[in-house]
C-alpha cells in the first residue's frame, strides 16, 4: 500500500517521538545506573533534564538550550500526532529541523541515530 505524503510525515513526527523517548531512556540509564533497567519512561519532557548530567560544567548551558528545544519538538510532535494541532501536514522543512535537533540529541547521549524510513 502507497502512502500519500501527509501520512509519511506522521509517521516520520512518530518516529521522532520515539527516539526522543528512548535517548531519554538511555540518558536515564546513563546517569543514574539503575539496577533495573526502564522499558519505558513516562513524563518525557520532565525528565529530558536528566541530559544535562551527561556533560561537563562548562557545557551545561548548551544542553539546557538543547533540551528546551527537544521539548519544544516532543510537545509539537505530541500535538501533531494527538490531534490537538491544525498542522496536521507538517511541511518537510519543519521535520527536517526536528530531525536535526533530535540527532543532536542522540549524539549527546550516545545512540545511534537510525536512518529515516521513506
Known amino acids: 500500500m502507497k502512502l ?6 506522521r509517521i516520520e513526527v512518530f518516529e521522532l517521538r520515539l527516539r526522543i523517548e528512548l535517548a531519554t531512556i538511555e540518558a536515564y540509564h546513563r546517569v543514574c545506573q539503575p539496577e533495573n533497567p526502564l522499558l519505558f519512561i513516562n513524563n518525557v519532557p ?3 533534564s536528566i541530559v544535562i548530567g551527561l ?3 562548562e557545557e551545561v548551558m548548551e544542553a ?3 533540551v528546551r ?3 519544544h519538538v516532543y510537545g509539537r510532535a505530541s500535538d ?3 490531534g490537538r494541532s491544525s498542522m496536521v501536514d507538517a511541511p518537510a522543512v519543519i521535520i527536517d529541523e ?3 535537533i533530535v540527532e543532536r540529541l542522540e549524539t549527546l547521549v ?3 541515530s537510525t536512518t529515516p524510513s521513506n
Not at 500519500?4 to 510525515?9: E, F, K, P, V
Open 98 to 100: 526536528w530531525c536535526s
Open 110 to 112: 550516545g545512540v545511534r
Open 80 to 82: 501533531i500526532l494527538h
Open 64 to 66: 539546557a538550550g538543547l
Open 4 to 9: 500519500n505524503t501527509a501520512s509519511r510525515r
Open 55 to 57: 556533560v561537563p560544567p
Open 46 to 48: 520532565g525528565r529530558l
Open 69 to 71: 528545544l527537544v521539548r
